[in-house]
């Protein structure tokens, strides 16, 4: 048995534009982000992520402070 899912940012649900992940579903010759959004059953207004978009990104070094030298950090 083979089950088939979209390529990593293979594009968008065809109801809502949510990007396919690994929970998409092919109904119909159509992909879908979730059985949910192929049976039609959306939400008329999106949930909000649980964790702010800033948080997923590493924060460059240039934002922390200045450390000393390794040699003087131990005395």
């Known amino acids: 048995m083979v089950e088939r899912r979209p390529a990593n940012g293979g594009g968008s649900c ?17 992909w879908y982000c979730s059985s949910a959004c192929a049976a039609g059953r959306v939400d008329a207004v999106p949930h909000p992520p649980a964790v702010p978009e800033s948080w997923l990104y590493a924060r460059p070094n240039r934002f922390f402070r200045a450390r000393r030298p390794k040699e003087l950090r131990s005395a």
């Open 14 to 30: 065809a109801r809502c534009r949510a990007s396919l992940t690994l929970a998409s579903v092919e109904a119909g010759g159509r």
